[in-house]
């Protein structure tokens, strides 16, 4: 009993110093929490957040102020070409661009045109590069990422803008959401969600009869319908004369495109910009030195080849890209003749074929030309097959007879007098395609039984 009490006596005292040593703990004063600064001193975790922010025990936040002692928002901001202004919470505004397309005096045009400028942005609430473009006329404020960018004045040489910013600063988590066109936006606003993705194809497609109507210098006016002057030979004073009637503003090579018709014909839109499909010349299928997205193609023969002709080059072709060329039919194709069926290989100029004329009438006429044209290994043909039984394997760009390619033919269509069951890419694997011209008013002829008309 007597060895119990010393160990009876020691337990009391430590429990003892343990309240004593709790009750002067709750009595120490806690330190008062009203901004960044204090939460942070305290030792209280902060948050890898932009802005930075900290949070104290009882579930208060606060968000670390940040002023890089830049531009106040609201003030009237002057820019030259390639100029930047700094905002107070860190955007970056730069002049990278002037477009003066207003009507010179004196000239009739069909839109006044305008001053328009593009502006650079980066830094603040936005994490990737953004461009945005205002106009004396078409944009005159342009809200993007809680900023708006309001024209003020404009000349040809100075921009000035006044720049406001919605709400206060929000710390957001520095999550990213991929854009369709590659880029990444994070969230930001005064709800944390993500920024909306940048506008592909910012400027609207339009009307147009020269180059300057268009929005800016990334267009340019195709002509849909137009009128002009061709000279002889012989009249060496006169001078060709060509005019636009109707035109249509479209991306050049290089721009920010959605879909292939925003794009200058012969230029489609892969990855949102416009390229062109068929780039430089290139030594062989082994050649890796064509850009990303491009592979080293054996490109078009001539229309017409001779059997000594080198085989056609190689050319940098988009992936997936089908080259509209040669337009012509598959070897052994048989061509109805008043002497019988006679493959289109076999044809010489001068030769009897069954053509038709305008008002449907089945006549005789001659080869006037003929074509032998060398294709590239990869070459695709249309397999079409009718549901009458006609089949024929025919080029995509070859024309038909009713204004149309074969490859825009689709199944279930019809086709000189049938229903189209199949037409099908298959790829070809002779050396050349060949094609023919009927006298007559048409030129038309009959391939396989399918009447067809003539490339050349």
Not at 39 to 44: E, Q, V
Not at 181 to 208: I, K, L, Q, Y
Request: with cysteine; aromatic share 6%; proline share 7%.
């Amino acid at each position: 009993m007597k060895k119990t009490l010393p160990i009876i006596y020691i337990i009391l005292l430590i429990v003892a110093f343990g309240v004593v040593w709790k009750l002067s703990k709750n009595e120490l004063p806690q330190p008062v929490i009203t901004n960044f600064e204090e939460c942070a001193k305290a030792g209280y975790p902060i948050l890898e957040t932009y802005p930075e922010q900290c949070r104290t025990p009882d579930g208060r936040s606060f968000v670390k102020s940040i002023n890089s002692g830049g531009t106040e928002f609201g003030s009237l901001v002057a820019l030259r070409l390639n100029e930047q202004k700094r905002f107070i919470d860190g955007l970056a505004v730069t002049l990278v661009e002037i477009n003066d397309s207003r009507c010179m005096s004196g000239v009739v045009c069909i839109w006044a045109g305008e001053l328009s400028f593009q502006l650079r942005l980066l830094g603040g609430n936005i994490t990737q590069d953004t461009e945005i473009r205002l106009g004396t006329i078409t944009a005159k404020s342009v809200t993007r990422y809680d900023y708006t960018f309001t024209l003020q004045e404009a000349t040809e040489n100075t921009l000035t803008i006044t720049v406001t910013k919605a709400g206060g600063q929000v710390a957001c988590t520095q999550e990213a959401k991929l854009c369709p066109d590659g880029s990444a936006v994070g969230r930001t606003g005064p709800n944390c969600e993500f920024a909306s993705c940048p506008t592909v194809n910012p400027n609207p497609v339009v009307g147009c009869t020269k180059n300057s109507d268009c929005p800016s210098t990334q267009y340019i006016c195709q002509e849909i319908q137009g009128t002009g002057t061709a000279c002889p030979s012989t009249d060496p004073s006169c001078v060709p004369t060509h005019t636009i009637i109707k035109g249509e503003c479209k991306l050049k090579n290089g721009n920010r495109c959605s879909v292939d018709s925003d794009c200058a014909s012969g230029n489609l839109c892969n990855k949102n910009i416009c390229v062109s499909p068929v780039g430089r010349q290139c030594s062989g299928p082994s050649d890796t030195s064509c850009p990303e997205d491009f592979s080293c193609i054996q490109g078009c023969g001539p229309p017409v080849a001779l059997q000594d002709d080198p085989p056609p080059p190689y050319y940098c072709q988009l992936k997936g890209y089908i080259r509209p060329c040669p337009i012509c039919l598959a070897k052994h194709t048989l061509i109805e003749t008043p002497l019988g069926a006679v493959a289109v290989e076999d044809l010489q100029i001068g030769a009897p074929v069954w053509t038709v004329t305008a008002s449907g009438l089945r006549v005789t006429g001659t080869v006037e030309k003929n074509s032998k044209t060398a294709v590239p290994l990869d070459h695709k043909m249309v397999q079409l097959v009718l549901k009458d039984g006609r089949t024929l394997l025919v080029s995509p760009g070859h024309p038909t007879i009713d204004g149309l390619t074969a490859g825009e033919l689709t199944v279930g269509g019809i086709y000189d007098g049938s229903q189209i069951s199949s037409a099908e890419r298959v790829s070809y694997d002779e050396g050349y395609t060949y094609d023919l011209l009927s006298s007559g008013e048409t030129g038309f002829y009959w391939a396989n039984g399918i009447l067809l008309d003539s490339t050349l």
